[in-house]
């Protein structure tokens, strides 16, 4: 009987064509989902801070009268 390896379930190794990572095309180097998400909510963030700014009169035209 051959022994069944690290990953009895059937498997390949992390990086192979069964690894989820590689069937989205990810490596198993690609950047964490909570590091994608910091940078979208920080993106956001600064859109809604000019936004605010703008419609409040503090940055946009007319600040310099």
């Known amino acids: 009987m051959t022994d069944p390896g690290p990953y009895p379930d059937g498997e ?4 192979g064509e069964n690894d989820p990572c590689a069937r989205l095309g990810r ?3 690609s950047t964490p989902h909570w590091v994608r998400m910091v ?3 920080v993106g956001v963030a600064v ?5 605010v700014l703008h419609l409040t009169g ?3 035209g007319g600040v310099h009268q």
């Open 58 to 60: 503090t940055l946009g």
């Open 27 to 29: 490596g198993p180097t």
């Open 39 to 41: 940078g979208i909510l």
């Open 12 to 15: 390949a190794h992390p990086g």
């Open 47 to 51: 859109l809604a801070l000019l936004v």
